[in-house]
Structure formats: structure tokens, C-alpha cells
């Protein structure tokens, strides 16, 4: 198994675990980009987010629920989420996962 992230899944990758139910677990990104960033992400692999929609779209929507309790959680006004598909767009680690980035002002367009 070479995914980074199903490693983490099963205990084998140390991670700070924010949130663990049903198909999703949370955890704080290694190097965040504003003072909340937490990776969503599903516990089966899947690559990006187009292959969670064409195989089981409820995790998807249950990636967006979860986005919305943790941002409620940490008092966020306002939160950005991401998904990057390909390396062009900047992903990097293709097990896919939904980044909710707060705590900051963000521009637009996004660099
Ligand atoms: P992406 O570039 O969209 O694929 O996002 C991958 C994210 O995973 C990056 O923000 C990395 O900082 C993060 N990351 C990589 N390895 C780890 C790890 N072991 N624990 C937590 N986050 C990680």
C-alpha cells in the first residue's frame, strides 16, 4: 500500500485526528495554509473527487457535511473548500480529500 493517506487511515502514518465517523475521517493538514486547514477525506480510495461522485456521491455529500459541522465547530464565519484534481491544478497526494481552509481573508482568484 503506497497511498499516504490510507496509511493514515489505518493507524500505520501518525496524523492529528480531528473528526472519525461513518466513511470520513479529518485530519490537520501537515502544512497549513491559514490558521484552520483540515483534509477531508474519505476512508476508501478514491482518487479525486470525480471518481467519489461516479461510485458513491453520499460520501461526497457527507464530505461537505462534515466541512460544514468542523467550520461550525471552530467558529468560522466564512471557510473556504477545496478539492484539487491533477497535478496541474496542484494536487499532490491522489487519494482525494476536500481541504476546508478558514481563519484568514482569502483572495479570488485563488493563485
Ligand atoms: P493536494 O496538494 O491538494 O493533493 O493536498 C495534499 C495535502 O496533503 C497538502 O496540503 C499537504 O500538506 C497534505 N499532506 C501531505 N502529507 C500529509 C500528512 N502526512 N499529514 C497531513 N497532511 C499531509
Redesign the pocket.
Known amino acids: 500500500m503506497e497511498c499516504?493517506f490510507c496509511k493514515?487511515i489505518v493507524g500505520e502514518?501518525p496524523?492529528k485526528l480531528i473528526y472519525d465517523r461513518n466513511e470520513v475521517i479529518a485530519?490537520?493538514?501537515?502544512?497549513p495554509q491559514a490558521p484552520t486547514h483540515l483534509?477531508i477525506v474519505p476512508k476508501k480510495h478514491f482518487e479525486n473527487a470525480g471518481e467519489i461522485a461516479e461510485s458513491d456521491a453520499e460520501i461526497l455529500a457527507e464530505m461537505f457535511r462534515v466541512a460544514k459541522e468542523l467550520a461550525k465547530g471552530r467558529g468560522l464565519s466564512g471557510y473556504r473548500t477545496v478539492f484539487?484534481t491533477g497535478a496541474e491544478a496542484?494536487?499532490?497526494?491522489f487519494h482525494a480529500?476536500l481541504?476546508l481552509i478558514g481563519g484568514r481573508a482569502f483572495g479570488w482568484p485563488p493563485g
Open positions: 499516504i493514515i502514518i496524523a485530519f490537520d493538514d501537515i502544512n483534509l484539487n496542484g494536487q499532490s497526494v480529500h481541504h
